[in-house]
């Protein structure tokens, strides 16, 4: 039985901050999204509706198109063209996240059956391949050219980091900063466009831009390192997930490093065993949490999260203070407050 870690974090903390402030200034335009995800969903193969809703279903905050909803009223942008290109984020993340529990081979997301775990992997690939077709569909029907190459690098990107994450799987040589690379292109590329179509809509200039892309980035690498230390913690459980599911896949994350770095050479044999050659039984995973708690794995994994949330705070520094604003920073906050 696996012992869980509590994430220690800021002694200071009161505790994650909420969303409620951005979700309140979006959430017009975040159901007008969500009614046009329901429409977009449609199909006369009765499967695709019926696999694609019961994944939308299962929760999530819905926080990349809310991105874009918030970069877009940042920017004062006035029309309702991001209101199609945040669905298109939704359907580009949706259709990643039925790929990625085929080939993590997973049964549970939020608590709920995978959509895999129901259907099947033919159907959630295929499904899948539909979603990424009706975010095109959405992309070229915006017509500008900005928009398309923004989306499209951002999912071409997303596929090189899940192939990179596939590569480096039980590599304990992995380097941090391979790691980085893999979480960037992975999870940060789609919060970086998300954010920078909100600018290119309302036609900023570059360095608005660039800003809105600096601040996606750096919030997506602090979101995806907070992730990856729940995922051995205490709190992973109370966010509906299952503990433990990177370990039992493999995955190397940035906790699993800085415990086989920080670790003797019979804790590096440890970690080979149950990452390299996969030998793993029902006592690894508390194995692998004390070790993490010995060497302050968690906590490290943490603060590189603060660090890149310090970065994202930084590059809103251009625009003028607002509420929205002050909605984004929270967004930070909360990204990284999920640790307590």
Not at 129 to 145: C, E, I, N, V, W
Not at 167 to 177: A, C, K, P
Not at 270 to 275: H, I, K, N, S
Request: hydrophobic share 45%.
């Amino acid at each position: 039985m696996a012992i869980v870690v509590p994430l220690s974090g800021d002694k200071n903390a009161a505790g994650p901050v909420s969303l409620d402030r951005l979700m309140g200034l979006v959430k017009d335009d975040l159901k007008a999204v969500n009614e046009l995800i329901v429409k977009r969903m449609d199909s006369r193969v009765a499967l695709i509706p019926t696999l694609a809703s019961h994944l939308v279903a299962a929760g999530g905050k819905r926080l990349r198109p809310i991105l874009t909803l918030a970069s877009a009223r940042l920017c004062n942008y006035r029309g309702d063209r991001h209101i199609s290109l945040a669905a298109c984020v939704e359907f580009i993340h949706t259709a990643t996240l039925l790929h990625d529990d085929v080939v993590d081979e997973s049964n549970l997301r939020r608590g709920n059956a995978t959509a895999n775990a129901v259907w099947g992997n033919q159907a959630s690939v295929l499904v899948g391949d539909f979603l990424f077709a009706r975010a095109f569909q959405l992309m070229t029907a915006d017509g500008s050219l900005e928009v398309l190459r923004i989306l499209s690098n951002a999912s071409a990107v997303i596929a090189e980091g899940e192939v990179m994450q596939l590569v480096t799987t039980g590599d304990t040589e992995t380097t941090e900063d391979a790691y980085l690379e893999v979480i960037a292109a992975k999870t940060a590329a789609l919060f970086s466009a998300a954010c920078r179509v909100g600018a290119a809509v309302a036609e900023r200039p570059r360095v608005e831009a660039d800003a809105l892309e600096s601040y996606g980035r750096n919030l997506g690498i602090a979101f995806q390192l907070v992730d990856d230390a729940l995922d051995y913690s205490a709190r992973q459980a109370t966010l509906g997930k299952t503990v433990g599911d990177d370990f039992r896949e493999g995955k190397i994350t940035l906790p699993v490093l800085l415990s086989f770095r920080r670790g003797d050479e019979e804790e590096r044999r440890f970690w080979r065993r149950v990452m390299e050659d996969g030998e793993q039984d029902e006592k690894d995973l508390a194995t692998a949490q004390q070790l993490m708690r010995k060497h302050g794995a968690l906590d490290g994994t943490i603060e590189r999260a603060r660090h890149y949330g310090a970065m994202a705070r930084d590059a809103l520094g251009i625009f003028p203070d607002s509420e929205v604003k002050q909605a984004l920073i929270e967004a930070i906050d909360f990204s990284i407050g999920r640790a307590h």
